[in-house]
């Protein structure tokens, strides 16, 4: 398969990596670069390093075909359906995937999921007074998972954790178009991410980085004008931004 | 609609004259009988062209895009998307009707199936002819026509990107035609994501006849299943077999450009205007040079393992095409047939073909006669328009193909197809104006090839070499393309069983071997009753002379030509096992009762 021209570096060079050159040949999670795939152990154990871990989804952009599984296997697990009062995986209508691959002309797909920012700027968002109980707002770290999560009951439907995330990162947050309450935050499946098991391309992983990584939610035209830029020498993708 | 399992039972009727958009439902039994795709497409042609010879680019004459039950789930490889209607490049030798025609299908790959599905679609059927060149966009209920006279002869590459632009969300899937279907170029393709073509049989042509530049898709619903935890199970099990497939894997690694070397070396590539099935320099255009030069990634479509299209760039004198390619059809009928060598080149030719909107295996197919009437003296450069028609010439075949796009000059003529060519030219031409029932062949040659040489000559659009080599695989076939699920996968035996349990899951209908079997029957009689009614008959079935007179000088098939009486024979054959009369190609009456078509036809 064609994985992506990518340019062979030994691990020696690790530390003189630009922002650009991480993103030509690595993955990127939900726009976060973490280093992965050629670098190697050396580069694993670099970014993992003295701080604090955090598991999430990376995405190996050269290795994605944009066939969208991902969203299929996502939206089956967090949108089950319910046959004969049993609650079964759904089948799997991307709409409601947490998932999302943003495919361009020329051929760059970009999935695009929750970047789990350190910084949270979605949930500095959250208009709602913090609870004095917990300390949370509507929209909150799960301290567990590091999942962002919200509390629907507390809610009020304001938009504006998810025009944070489009302005400040990946924008993947999307308003419900009736309540205006946020959606399409990744649930990490509790653990067994569905669109990691069931990328055919292995272009998914969930794997530990570093909690104080540098990078980090870069909006999925960003992403795809890099790499459209380093695979064909282009970034015109046309009228749409 | 009908209420039935895995389909919403709505199909989408556009009607560009009057402006009328109308949900229709579709019979159940439709559904149980032609099941989707190019299936239900051809009944619902069957049912709106009540009488032969209507004119193809009439208004009257449905075009119609069609996913089947597997579209909009993800099953994989389900991404397929049937375009139906009466065909623009085909006729018959004798017939009442000066419009006659077969019926024409094209298949293609990409988003745009499962998109309609997921806007609550198994069909959209568009007639009439808008009075200016227009766009239809459908967001799930809401479907409006709108102008697209400011994306007039734009080429399909800018105008991908335009259109989303102007739509203004990238979920939107989209298809559209080039500069070619706008000027009625009888070969023109539909595209989709500006890589994806339904190419054959003139798709884009009727749909250019319409006065319709595109239609963009948007859905947030989908289909139902009749048996979901049956369905899931299958699922699984379809997803295992294509994870461990020796097949899909070679798919995944060059697509079907492997095969250009493969065929040339097995002696069944298209070269020279099929004149040799091999080609010395297959090498320099195969999928191992593409993979080094030019490929960077892999593509796929909705759902699928194999990911069989590989897009790069391109370096050199003819360098800086971002596009996807070769495939082994495009490859070998810009390539080998036209004895083009140089990759750079012949992935200028297949990207302008894409963005122009025409054909490749037609539009190659055309200049590799071109070429051969030059090089025999038949017609001169003057005739040609000063284009110095040489083999090999990429130059040259860069020219012919603009000229054709807009039917200028010889481009006129040649935008008509090699049987109309080799009528005006004459002298003998003929024997090597390779078609069938004036649709072009395909990168498959067949001097040592007879079975493909049955898929050619019997297939009901034309010239085909999917058809089938076999009464068992065309009725197979005819229900891959009635499902939305992919050919290729299929190549892998062990899918079947889990197919066949998606399919019944889906549709609330057993399917077991016979039942699919005789359900591609069903499609192909009546696609066969079609063409009889248009005229066509068993010299229709005929194959040009090339193929048993002109033996191959090269190669491992050295020598190896089609035996005339053989092939007579073999479809003397075909005919009576298919229950039809082997004088006029008929459907008996009782293969009509058997197959429940006795009350249609």
Redesign the interface.
Same mark, same amino acid.
């Given at each position: 398969?064609?994985?992506?021209?990518e340019e062979t570096r030994g691990p020696d060079e690790r530390t003189s990596f630009t922002r650009r050159e991480f993103i030509k040949g690595v993955g990127i999670g939900g726009g976060a670069i973490v280093l992965l795939g050629q670098f190697g152990v050396h580069a694993a154990a670099w970014a993992l390093s003295g701080d604090p871990v955090l598991k999430m989804i990376v995405v190996h952009y050269?290795k994605c075909?944009?066939?969208? =599984?991902c969203e299929?296997?996502c939206s089956?697990r967090n949108r089950p359906?319910s046959?004969a009062g049993r609650e079964?995986?759904g089948?799997?209508?991307?709409?409601y995937a947490n998932i999302r691959v943003?495919?361009?002309?020329?051929?760059?797909?970009v999935p695009n999921v929750c970047a789990m920012c350190a910084d949270t700027p979605c949930v500095k968002a959250c208009p709602v007074e913090p609870a004095p109980k917990t300390g949370r707002r509507a929209l909150y770290r799960d301290q567990a998972s590091h999942t962002i999560r919200n509390d629907t009951g507390r809610c009020i439907g304001c938009r504006s954790c998810a025009k944070a995330c489009a302005t400040q990162r990946t924008g993947v947050i999307s308003p419900n178009p009736a309540t205006g309450k946020p959606e399409r935050i990744c649930t990490l499946c509790g653990g067994d991410p569905q669109c990691v098991k069931?990328c055919?391309?292995e272009a998914l992983s969930y794997v530990e980085v570093r909690r104080d990584r540098k990078f980090y939610g870069l909006e999925p035209e960003k992403i795809a004008a890099e790499l459209a830029r380093n695979?064909?020498? =282009?970034a015109?993708?046309?009228?749409?931004k | 609609m009908s209420g039935k399992p895995g389909y919403h039972g709505v199909i989408l009727n556009i009607d560009l004259s009057s402006g009328k958009i109308e949900k229709r439902e579709v019979a159940p039994q439709d559904l149980d009988n032609f099941v989707g795709g190019q299936g239900l497409g051809m009944k619902i042609l069957w049912d709106r062209l009540k009488k032969p010879g209507v004119d193809p680019l009439s208004p009257e004459n449905p075009l119609m895009f069609m996913p089947g039950p597997f579209s909009g789930? @993800?099953v @994989?490889s389900s991404s397929r998307t049937c375009v139906v209607t009466k065909s623009p490049i085909t006729s018959p030798l004798k017939s009442d009707y000066p419009h006659a025609s077969t019926v024409s299908y094209s298949n293609m790959g990409g988003?745009f199936g499962p998109e309609m599905r997921?806007a609550g679609y198994d069909g959209i059927v568009i007639t009439g002819k808008a009075k200016e060149l227009c766009y239809v966009v459908i967001d799930d209920d809401r479907v409006e026509i709108r102008d697209a006279r400011k994306f007039k002869g734009m080429r399909t590459?800018?105008f991908?990107? #335009?259109f989303?632009?102007?739509?203004?969300?990238?979920r939107y899937k989209t298809v559209y035609i080039g500069p070619a279907g706008e000027n009625l170029v009888p070969y023109s393709s539909i595209l989709h994501? #500006?890589?994806r073509a339904a190419g054959r049989g003139g798709v884009g042509c009727v749909m250019g006849s319409k006065n319709l530049k595109a239609i963009a898709v948007r859905?947030?619903?989908?289909p139902?299943?009749a048996d &979901?935890?049956r369905?899931?199970a299958a699922l699984e099990r379809a997803?295992t077999v294509?994870?461990t497939s020796p097949f899909a894997k070679a798919m995944?690694?060059q697509g079907t450009a492997s095969a250009i070397v493969r065929s040339s070396n097995a002696g069944t590539e298209t070269v020279r205007n099929f004149r040799e099935g091999t080609f010395p320099q297959a090498d320099k255009i195969g999928g191992d040079a593409a993979?080094r030069d030019v490929?960077?990634?892999?593509?796929?479509?909705?759902?699928? @393992?194999l #990911?069989c299209k590989?897009?790069?760039?391109t370096k050199g004198k003819y360098g800086g095409v971002? &596009?996807?390619g070769p495939e082994y059809e495009t490859g070998v009928m810009l390539g080998s047939n036209l004895l083009i060598s140089d990759m750079p080149g012949l992935l200028k030719a297949i990207y302008n073909l894409d963005d122009l909107g025409l054909d490749q295996i037609s539009t190659g197919n055309v200049i590799g006669f071109l070429m051969e009437a030059y090089e025999k003296g038949m017609i001169d450069r003057k005739f040609l328009d000063g284009i110095d028609l040489r083999w090999g010439s990429v130059d040259a075949t860069l020219a012919m193909i603009e000229k054709i796009a807009a039917r200028d000059g010889v481009g006129e003529l040649a935008a008509k197809g090699v049987a109309a060519l080799a009528q005006r030219i004459g002298q003998g031409s003929e024997k090597f104006a390779i078609h069938v029932k004036g649709l072009e062949l395909a990168a498959h040659n067949i001097q040592a090839n007879q079975p493909r040489a049955l898929s050619y000559a019997t297939a009901e659009r034309g010239a085909c070499h999917l058809s089938g080599d076999d009464i068992a695989t065309q009725n197979k076939r005819a229900v891959l393309d009635s499902i939305g699920l992919c050919l290729f996968p299929t190549f892998e035996p062990a899918l079947e069983e889990p197919m066949l349990s998606l399919l019944s899951a889906i549709t609330g209908r057993e399917y077991d071997r016979a039942e699919f079997a005789k359900t591609g029957e069903r499609i192909v009689n009546l696609e066969k009753m079609f063409n009889y009614r248009e005229g066509f008959r068993r010299e229709d079935d005929r194959l040009p002379d090339r193929f048993f007179e002109d033996a191959f000088t090269i190669g491992p098939k050295k020598g190896a030509v089609l035996d005339r009486k053989e092939f007579d024979l073999m479809l003397t054959k075909y005919y009576k096992d298919r229950g039809w009369d082997p004088e006029t190609t008929k459907p008996g009456a009782s293969k009509l009762k058997e197959l429940g078509l006795d009350s249609i036809v």
């Open positions: 398969m064609n994985r992506g021209k050269a075909t944009g066939c969208r =599984t299929a296997a089956s359906a046959v079964l995986p089948l799997g209508n991307p709409r943003h495919s361009f002309n020329p051929d760059v797909d069931r055919p391309f695979w064909y020498g =282009t015109d993708f046309g009228g749409l | 789930l @993800p @994989p988003f997921f590459d800018a991908d990107k #335009a989303l632009g102007e739509l203004g969300d990238r994501t #500006a890589g859905g947030s619903g989908q139902s299943v &979901h935890t369905f899931l997803r294509l994870k995944a690694e993979k490929w960077v990634r892999d593509i796929a479509c909705y759902c699928c @393992p #990911a590989k897009s790069g760039i971002v &596009h996807d």
